[in-house]
Nanobody, 123 residues
């Protein structure tokens, strides 16, 4: 399985983007999915996760209320709607497939990482 993240870009503070993570097979997955991000000089951190059905989601406190994770299993794609962006949201955003069908905030519980998409928020 290969995951390809896209949708990043340069936006002003307060702006929005829709990140996508496509499964190369474009098939339904029975695995949970997650988004993580890594800013320059910082460790990769958890952003959001969703279970395989799309019924259960969980967010990092820093993005709660601004970001929304969703999935379309028919298209083999997971989305991250990022609204009200702040300069501190600037990072490379990665998607990954969980080892289980549920949600997880632990990056050790993920495999098949995408290549990342850059989000830059100007102040």
């Amino acid at each position: 399985v290969q995951l390809q993240a896209s949708g990043g870009g340069l936006v002003p503070a307060g702006g929005y983007l829709r990140l996508s993570c496509a499964n190369s097979r474009r098939t339904s997955s029975n695995n949970g999915m997650g988004w993580f991000r890594q800013a320059p000089g910082k460790e990769r951190e958890f952003v959001a996760t969703i279970d395989w059905r799309g019924a259960d989601t969980y967010y990092a406190d820093a993005v709660k209320g601004r970001f929304t994770i969703s999935r379309d299993n028919g298209k083999g794609t997971v989305y991250l709607q990022v609204n009200s962006l702040k300069p501190e949201d600037t990072a490379v955003y990665y998607c990954a497939q969980a080892l289980s069908s549920g949600t997880s905030t632990d990056n050790r519980r993920y495999r098949h990482w995408g290549q990342g998409t850059q989000v830059t928020v100007s102040s």
